[in-house]
């Protein structure tokens, strides 16, 4: 199996999230389920958008090759690699959020100020471990730059979506 | 204003002001300020929606209420009046979830006009039952059943701690119950990490890490709190909470026959509630 499938649905489930926090702290009122979901749907829209940017460089960097099947063979490898550390952020993430959730006010408090809070901070650094990943699995120079557009566009969602409707306070 | 910020040693606060538009004559426009500053609170409330404001002042509320009503036959209905309320989410929370009941009345009160006029658009853009009101704490407006505040006993220095709370003493209110960050090691590097992921304006920020650091100890806020008429107590003292479970804990004061039913109705919880002669002990 490719590793492309659940690298692209954690991209697009980490765009819906940057569409979340794009929005969070835009929006004093109690009652905002409704405009939740938008901002997430924002987040999904753009983060599919930029994901398209990984996608032509993977297909570029296999037109392009001498020989396809080891290009093919080398970025398979690379995403797999890539894959590991988010696979390992994302369980950390999902289980803060369960804890949060879940969990009365103190343990939910914990799981914000110990998990979920720095983890927001740690994502670039989930990225350059990502890069890491695909390089130490054998995925070469191609996974490296695939894996770093991907990495970029991934980070680039929350400030366009912030930008484009969240630059003020909402009414 | 710079020039005093950099005397006293802040020179971040010195340049986020001297970002800050001027109109003539180098005054901050009032207009630019009151729209950060709502704006800084709008981000503010986001933390206290992270981190379950509500739940945790209903949790000990809700049994001081209790308490208040099982005690004697209080003037009806009960009015709870948060004070140095900001944007109003906590009175706006409690009013949208109806959580301390249908005999209480919920009144902000805060010393920026620009904040209370927001809170009471907030909440009339809701349809929610509460007021704002724009008042000193030091002169309140309001005559209250129970004074709570979060996050606002840091900015009050030196005497002025001791005379926040003497003013609600000496008033009919039959208790205060004021949150403010635990002042622990941790509070500051916390409230830096925290703020950083969750705030974007450097205001907000920087102010995150300067409150922490200016946190009252539990013993500077059991002695301040200690007035004619009142007992003092703290809920969840350094030593028998988490610091990371509890980033804000509260000092109580309240008319002392309503010690023995809040503690009834506490129940279980009523161990983290202390007063000065057993916070020696908790602290020992
Ligand atoms: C850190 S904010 C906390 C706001 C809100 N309680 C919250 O938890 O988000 C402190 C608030 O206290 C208000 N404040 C400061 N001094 C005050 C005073 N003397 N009287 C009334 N409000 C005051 C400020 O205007 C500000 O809104």
């Known amino acids: 199996m490719t590793p492309a499938a659940p690298l692209v649905t954690l991209g697009l489930v980490d765009a819906a999230f940057s569409g979340f926090r794009a929005y969070a702290g835009r929006d004093a009122r109690i009652r905002k389920r409704a405009a939740i979901v938008r901002s997430a749907l924002r987040g999904l829209a753009v983060g599919a958008v930029l994901l398209l940017a990984p996608a032509v460089t993977a297909g570029t960097v296999l037109l392009t090759a001498d020989d396809p099947a080891l290009a093919y063979a080398a970025l398979a490898a690379g995403g797999a690699g890539y894959l590991r550390p988010l696979a390992v952020y994302a369980t950390t993430v999902v289980l803060s959020l369960a804890a949060y959730f879940v969990l009365p006010f103190r343990v939910s408090t914990l799981a914000m100020v110990v998990g979920l809070g720095p983890l927001t901070l740690l994502r670039p650094l989930a990225i350059v471990a990502a890069c890491l990943g695909a390089l130490l699995n054998g995925g070469g120079f191609t996974s490296l730059l695939v894996g770093s557009v991907a990495g970029g566009a991934v980070l680039c969602v929350e400030p366009i979506v912030h930008r484009r409707w969240y630059a003020s306070v909402v009414h | 204003m710079i020039r005093q910020l950099e005397e006293h040693g802040d020179h971040r606060a010195a340049r986020i002001v001297a970002s800050l538009p001027t109109g003539r004559d180098d005054v901050l426009d009032p207009h630019a300020v009151d729209r950060l500053l709502v704006g800084v609170h709008t981000e503010l409330q986001r933390l206290s929606e992270e981190l379950r404001i509500g739940e945790r002042l209903v949790h000990l509320l809700g049994p001081l209420l209790a308490a208040v009503r099982a005690a004697a036959t209080p003037a009806r209905p009960l009015r709870l009046v948060d004070v140095g309320c900001g944007l ?197």
């Open chain 2, 88 to 284: 109003g989410y906590l009175i706006r929370w409690l009013a949208a979830t109806h959580a301390l009941g249908p005999d209480v009345e919920l009144i902000g009160v805060d010393l920026d006009a620009a904040l209370v006029g927001e809170a009471a658009r907030l909440a009339r853009a809701e349809g929610l039952h509460c007021r704002f009101v724009h008042g000193n704490a030091f002169d309140l407006p309001e005559a209250a059943t129970v004074y709570v505040s979060t996050g606002v006993l840091h900015h009050f220095r030196g005497p002025a701690l001791a005379e926040f709370f003497r003013a609600q003493a000496s008033s009919p209110a039959l208790a205060f119950c004021h949150y403010d960050i635990a002042a622990t090691r941790l509070a500051p590097v916390g409230a830096w990490a925290f703020h950083r992921a969750r705030m974007r304006h450097p205001l907000g920020r920087h102010d995150g890490v300067v409150s922490a650091l200016r946190a009252h100890s539990d013993e500077a806020l059991l002695r301040a709190a200690a007035a004619p008429g009142i007992r003092p107590l703290l809920y969840e003292p350094r030593g028998m909470s988490n610091p990371f479970c509890t980033t804000l804990r509260p000092v109580l004061g309240i008319r002392p026959h309503l010690e023995a039913p809040l503690r009834r109705a506490l129940g279980r919880a009523s161990r983290r509630l202390v007063g000065p002669e057993q916070l020696a002990e908790v602290v020992r």
